[in-house]
Nanobody, 122 residues
Framework: VQLQAFGGGLVQAGGSLRLSCAASGRTFSTYAMGWFRQAPGKERKFVAA????????YYEAPVKGRFTISRDNAKNTVYLQMNSLEPEDTAVYCCTAGTTITLIRSARDIYWGQGTQVTVSS
């Protein structure tokens, strides 16, 4: 499966952005989907994931309550709604696809898409 993320940009602290990730292929609905981010000079970190049906989600602590992951299987697209953005959220955000949320969280046996830059100014 091929993935392409978009929707990043520059936003002030406290603002919102919605990232989208479009997937190719007819098997999108069978994959769990997730988002990672990598800040300058730091390691890549898991952010959020959603099950293939969309019924189960998982968030890392720093974004819980501020970010929402969702998907539209009819459009082969996964979204990351980011609210109350903080300068610490500045990073390149990448979407991923895997067979389970567990594998996505551990970054094992997953597909990676190209990232989109999110910059939050203070």
């Amino acid at each position: 499966v091929q993935l392409q993320a978009f929707g990043g940009g520059l936003v002030q602290a406290g603002g919102s952005l919605r990232l989208s990730c479009a997937a190719s292929g007819r098997t999108f609905s069978t994959y769990a989907m997730g988002w990672f981010r990598q800040a300058p000079g730091k390691e890549r970190k898991f952010v959020a994931a959603v099950s293939s049906s969309g019924s189960t989600t998982y968030y890392e602590a720093p974004v819980k309550g501020r970010f929402t992951i969702s998907r539209d299987n009819a459009k082969n697209t996964v979204y990351l709604q980011m609210n109350s953005l903080e300068p610490e959220d500045t990073a390149v955000y990448c979407c991923t696809a895997g067979t389970t949320i567990t594998l996505i969280r551990s970054a094992r046996d997953i597909y990676w898409g190209q990232g989109t830059q999110v910059t939050v100014s203070s």
